[in-house]
């Protein structure tokens, strides 16, 4: 069963930074690209940012470049998300998402960021 | 990178009734189309993928379509269990992109 499970999740104030992690399971992690999705509350869904398989291409939202970085590693089966100089808007949701476009794409369950003072 | 127009934005529909919500891309992306319907508190569940395959699970009354770049999903019957936010996703190039998502609510 595939599974994928994020955390690190917390509450912050504007301005820190924060780590955030998705471990997956059930599938040759290595082999697919991964998505970081945000969803702010009330609001859509909001692609932040993208990693191929071997991390060679990455892809960020105008609204976190340079201010966030995803990257992997494939031997412990695991994606992050490193977020620094954190503002309120990107308080939300974030999950971590396989989407090849395919019947097996998978969606974790969420982790919350709230930034507040 | 590519757009996903989604209309409407929300719409009320009575049960039984037939609904249908689109997405328009800006450029071709073939069937590299899927669907996706959330309720409040989950994550999003695939319900349509290479445009027009119904995902596994998924009740019949689901379906999608493709004219060009615009996609539709049609719901031939509304269940009360169809209420929810629907998105449609791009998945034929990176940056993936969602539309902005419609808001289905029992009239």
């Known amino acids: 069963e595939v599974q994928l499970v994020e955390s690190g999740g917390g509450l912050v104030q504007p301005g820190r930074s924060l780590k955030l992690s998705c471990l997956a399971s059930g599938f040759t992690f290595s082999n697919y690209g991964m998505n970081w999705i945000r969803q702010a509350p009330g609001k859509g869904l909001e692609w932040v940012a993208s990693i191929s398989s071997s991390s060679s291409y990455i892809y960020y939202a105008d609204t976190v470049k340079g201010r966030f970085t995803i990257s992997r590693d494939n031997a412990k089966n695991t994606l992050y998300l490193q977020m620094t100089s954190l503002r309120s808007e990107d308080t939300a949701l974030y999950y971590c998402a396989r989407l090849t476009g395919s019947s097996r794409d998978y969606w974790g369950q969420g982790v919350m960021v709230t930034v507040s003072s | 990178d590519i757009q996903m127009t989604q209309s409407p934005a929300s719409l009320s529909a009575s049960l039984e009734e037939i609904v249908t919500i689109t997405c328009q891309a800006s450029q071709d992306i073939g069937n590299w189309l899927s669907w996706y319907q959330q309720k409040p508190g989950k994550s999003p569940q695939l319900l349509i993928y290479g445009a027009t395959s119904l995902a596994d699970g998924v009740p019949s009354r689901f379906s999608g379509s493709r004219s060009g770049t615009q996609y539709s999903l049609k719901i031939s019957r509304l269940q009360v269990e169809d209420i929810g936010i629907y998105y449609c996703?791009?998945?034929?190039?990176?940056?993936?992109?969602f539309g902005g998502g419609t808001k289905l609510e029992l009239k």
């Open positions: 996703l791009q998945a034929y190039s990176a940056p993936r992109t």
